[in-house]
C-alpha cells in the first residue's frame, strides 16, 4: 500500500514539475516572440520609406492636413502594443536585450520624424508642381502642362517664400532645377504663347529668390 502510495505521489510530481517546465518553457517562447516582434517593427519602420504608391495617394489627398495624422496615430498604435508586450517582462530578459529594448523607442522616434519630413516634403513638392511626381526627370510633365506647371510653381512660390528656411530653399531650388532641365527636353515642341509664359515664369522666380533666397537676406 506504502509503494503504491508512493508511487502515485511520485507521479503527481512528476507530472507538476513536467507541467511546470511547460509553462516556463511556454513564457519563454512568448516573451522572445515579443522582443522579436518589437525589434523587427522598428527596424522595418526604419527602413521603411513613402513608395511612389503612396506618393501617389497623398497627393490626390493633398488638402487634407488629417491624412499625416491618422497614419501617425495607427503607427503609434502598433508600436505601443509590441512595446507593452516586451515591458510587461521587462526584467526577465538579458541585459543585453535590456539595453536594446531602450534604445528602440529612440530609433523609432527618429525613424517617425524621417516619415513625417516624407510627407511634408512630399505635400511641398505637389503644391508647387501640380502634378505627381512619378519620376525625379520629371518625365510626365509634357507640352501640355509645362506652362501651367511654371505658373503654379511661382504662384505657390511667391506665396510661401517668406516662410521658406533654408532647408526649404534647397528643395525648391533643386525642383526648379529639375522643371528647368525638362523644359529644355521639350523646348522645339512647344508653342510662342507657351514659351512666353514660361519665360515670365522663370522672370517671376529670379525676383523671388532674389528677395527671399536666405544667402540673399
Not at 82 to 108: C, F, H, M, T, W
Amino acid at each position: 500500500m506504502f509503494r503504491k502510495t508512493s508511487t502515485l505521489l511520485l507521479a503527481l510530481c512528476l507530472s507538476f514539475l513536467f507541467a511546470c517546465n511547460n509553462e516556463e518553457d511556454q513564457a519563454v517562447i512568448e516573451r522572445e516572440a515579443a522582443y522579436t516582434a518589437y525589434k523587427d517593427f522598428v527596424a522595418t519602420f526604419e527602413q521603411d520609406s513613402l513608395t511612389e504608391v503612396e506618393l501617389r495617394a497623398l497627393q490626390q489627398s493633398i488638402e487634407d492636413d488629417s491624412r499625416w495624422e491618422t497614419e501617425s496615430a495607427e503607427i503609434d498604435q502598433q508600436f505601443l502594443e509590441r512595446k507593452g508586450r516586451v515591458i510587461e517582462n521587462l526584467g526577465d530578459y538579458s541585459p543585453e536585450q535590456q539595453e536594446e529594448i531602450a534604445n528602440l523607442e529612440e530609433r523609432y522616434n527618429l525613424a517617425k520624424q524621417r516619415r513625417q519630413q516624407q510627407y511634408e516634403e512630399a505635400g511641398m513638392r505637389y503644391a508647387l508642381l501640380g502634378v505627381p511626381v512619378i519620376n525625379p526627370d520629371l518625365s510626365n510633365i509634357t507640352t501640355e502642362n509645362i506652362a501651367d506647371t511654371y505658373e503654379r510653381f511661382t504662384s505657390t512660390l511667391a506665396d510661401n517664400a517668406a516662410n521658406y528656411e533654408g532647408r526649404e530653399w534647397e528643395m525648391v531650388e533643386g525642383w526648379w532645377n529639375s522643371l528647368n532641365n525638362r523644359y529644355q527636353a521639350l523646348l522645339t515642341e512647344l508653342s510662342a504663347a507657351e514659351l512666353s509664359t514660361i519665360e515670365q515664369a522663370q522672370d517671376r522666380y529670379l525676383e523671388l529668390r532674389e528677395q527671399y533666397y536666405p544667402p540673399n537676406q
